[in-house]
């Protein structure tokens, strides 16, 4: 079982209730190498469709990415660059996944990955996106939740 599986199974059964309305601004989401395309070609599924039906869930105005799901851009944070040393290629690369988002115009940015939330986190400044808000879906999630 996945986060997107258990958080999927809480907000359906009613477990959870989730105030969309919580969140004016505009948001999208990051398909992560791992949980995307690579776990698509190693296990025969990505996690594309049930971080997307979370955010339905929890957010009144999201858009994606383009390119998104197989084809999606790495941020350039994989493979733990954040910590190899190679900071000039990473804060390049990062670059085109900012621009993604920004061609958006999105406040916000949805992430399931530790990697691709340290990256986005650590290069929006860089690339001219301080108000970037960079949350892990799972936060996104839980910052909506009504209570009882």
């Known amino acids: 079982m996945t986060v997107f599986d258990l958080l999927i199974e809480y907000i359906r059964s009613g477990r959870i209730r989730i105030d969309r309305s919580r969140f004016p601004q505009l948001v999208t989401y990051h398909d992560p190498c791992n949980y995307g395309r690579k776990a698509r070609m190693r296990f025969g599924h990505g996690y594309f ?81 301080e108000g970037l808000e960079v949350k892990y879906l799972w936060e996104l999630v839980a910052d909506a939740l009504l209570p009882g």
């Not at 084809?71 to 190679?86: I, K, N």
């Not at 988002?101 to 929006?124: F, T, Y």
């Open 49 to 129: 469709e049930e971080p997307r039906w979370i955010l339905d869930r929890c957010v009144e105005r999201w858009v994606d990415l383009y390119p998104n799901r197989m084809h999606q851009t790495c941020c350039g944070g994989g493979g733990g660059t954040l910590t190899s040393g190679y900071n000039p290629e990473r804060i390049h690369y990062g670059r085109r996944k900012i621009e993604q988002i920004r061609a958006v115009g999105a406040e916000m940015v949805a992430v399931p990955c530790h990697s691709c939330h340290a990256q986005l986190e650590s290069i929006k400044e860089t690339h001219g996106m």
